[in-house]
């Protein structure tokens, strides 16, 4: 009887003991459950990533940045210094930040973050859109070599071969060494394509002759906001032409038209002007519907045309020299001067003229006679008919008495015919 309650006793512990391990059995694969689940929401950083995190933590020595790992991740506090300002200003307690995944776990069992990669990672990713948008880039010169320039994009440095730099910034500064040709340039603003982009070369390649059409048309609209007529600006003459020349100013070509370019009598703009040469313009058109800017250099130099004219006196008996014929009259030029008066068709002759070639000829040497100045204009008119003209003969005789010093210079005004002087002014 005893030894049958001793084995009942025996089973009923190894029941007993049986629960308890399937029990605890049944806790450790609950457990291995959980810490699975747990690994999975976690989602655990690879090496490489880009993950976004909070900043949780700020001190001289470190950043910490949650990222939703089992622990904090790291950014060392010598990579936040050497940070631009305006991205170090970025890094705040409670902010959200990129981050990239220099190691999962280290020597120490810290998850190593770095917040300059995360930003590298992202202008190389902006570059590659850059190339299949075939979109711009405007960014800055910041430094050269040999082969050309370097310019920025982002915390990436892009290279700007020579042949690729635009023509107008290549004469502007022209040099055997690079010293020469382009240290000038450092600092200025550049726009470019994108052309070739190697993440694992590091290799970015930009061309401002790819962008050059693009680049004039956005500086040209910034420059119609900012100037307005009258402003005088410096410029570079791009490019010449038969009616006038382009200079650039700000990067936005304006023109300078023939007419705006001298005081002078110019047959062509190369007579004044060469390419590269800086000039000073002031502007006097804007045309903000056809994006057309018009410059002045002549309207910043003062006008010789009074100095030149100011021996000469309407009446006056001179020497000319016939330089040019036209439908509507002949054109002299003042004996010892560069002053040209136009002699009508109508002042030629008495008799009726078909053309002024059947009066005079080109290279003729002739007197004639001072109807007009026109100061305003800059236009002087002469007359052949006037010459021998009765109704200058009280003025001619003064004139020569005057110029003999054997009396006092004549009121020339009042001493033309006034007949004369209305005919002259039609």
């Known amino acids: 009887m005893e030894q049958d309650q001793e084995l009942l006793t025996q089973n009923e512990w190894l029941d007993s003991n049986e629960t308890q391990n399937s029990e605890e059995a049944e806790q450790l694969i609950t457990m291995a459950d959980l810490l699975a689940q747990e690994e999975l929401s976690l989602d655990l950083p690879r090496q490489g990533q880009i993950r976004s995190g909070v900043v949780v933590g700020i001190n001289d020595d470190e950043v910490l940045v949650s990222i939703g790992a089992k622990s904090e991740g790291i950014i060392p506090g010598k990579e936040i210094s050497q940070l631009d300002p305006e991205e170090r200003m970025e890094i705040e307690m409670g902010k959200e930040i990129m981050v990239y995944v220099v190691t999962p776990e280290d020597d120490n069992g810290n998850l190593q973050l770095s917040r300059a990669k995360a930003i590298e990672e992202g202008d190389w990713s902006q570059a590659e859109k850059l190339v299949s948008s075939g979109e711009i880039h405007e960014g800055a010169i910041a430094g050269y070599n040999k082969g050309g320039l370097i ?191 136009l002699i009508h068709i109508s002042e030629l002759s008495d ?51 005057a110029e003999s010093g054997d009396g006092e210079e004549p009121d020339l005004v009042a001493e033309i015919p006034q007949e004369e002087t209305v005919q002259a002014e039609e």
């Open 151 to 341: 310019v920025k994009m982002g915390r990436l440095r892009g290279f700007v071969p020579a042949s690729q730099v635009s023509p107008s910034r290549r004469m502007a500064y022209g040099g055997n060494t690079p010293d020469q040709r382009w240290a000038k340039m450092t600092g200025q603003s550049i726009i470019v394509k994108t052309i070739e982009v190697d993440r694992e070369r590091r290799r970015l390649i930009f061309s401002e002759m790819a962008a050059l059409q693009e680049s004039r048309e956005i500086f040209k609209e910034r420059l119609l906001e900012e100037i307005k007529q009258g402003d005088v600006l410096a410029g570079r003459v791009t490019s010449l032409a038969d009616f006038g020349a382009f200079v650039n100013i700000h990067g936005a070509d304006g023109l300078v038209h023939m007419t705006e370019i001298s005081w002078e009598h110019i047959s062509h703009p190369s007579q004044v002007l060469k390419i590269g040469q800086e000039v000073q313009v002031k502007v006097i058109n804007i045309d903000e519907e056809h994006k057309r800017i018009g410059l002045s250099i002549r309207q910043l130099q003062s006008d010789p045309w009074p100095n030149k004219v100011a021996s000469f006196r309407e009446g006056q008996l001179v020497q000319a020299k016939i330089v040019r014929l036209a439908k509507f009259g002949a054109f002299a030029r003042l004996e010892n001067t560069d002053l040209e008066g």
């Open 351 to 401: 008799q009726r003229v078909e053309h002024p070639k059947e009066v005079v000829k080109d290279g003729e040497v002739l007197t004639l006679r001072v109807i007009k100045i026109d100061p305003a204009n800059h236009r002087i008119g002469l007359s052949l008919r006037k010459v021998h003209s009765l109704a200058y003969a009280d003025l001619d005789l003064k004139m020569a008495m």
